[in-house]
């Protein structure tokens, strides 16, 4: 079983990244997909989740209106769009999977700074 992101990287304040979390050794779809943060000296946070098939997300207040969360099952693949990012949106960012396990994977650095 594997979870691995990509994505993270240096950008400006007001930049866009997009990170992506691509699954195997396990059934996706059958699984609850979220991506949390943990930024130094701070407590882990849920940054943005999504339902099996897609249809439903949710969104930390902090991030709303900024960050899209999607899935492709046929892809095996969840992404996180994250547009006029801000210095406070740095932190480490990781993909879990929760269903009949609970998977994470090991995490890609994001870090907005002038």
């Known amino acids: 079983v594997q979870l691995v992101e990509s994505g993270g990287g240096l950008v400006q304040p007001g930049g866009s990244l997009r990170l992506s979390c691509a699954a195997s050794g396990f059934t996706f779809s059958f699984y609850f997909m979220s991506w949390y943060r943990k930024a130094p000296g701070k407590e882990r946070e849920l940054v943005a989740s999504i339902s099996r098939a897609g249809g439903s997300t949710n969104y930390a207040e902090s991030v709303k209106g900024r960050f899209t969360i999607s899935r492709d099952n046929a892809k095996n693949t969840m992404y996180l769009q994250m547009n006029s990012l801000k210095l406070e949106d740095t932190a480490v960012y990781y993909c879990?999977?929760?269903?009949?396990?609970?998977?994470w994977g090991q995490g890609t650095q994001v870090t907005v700074s002038s």
């Open positions: 879990n999977a929760r269903g009949p396990m609970d998977y």
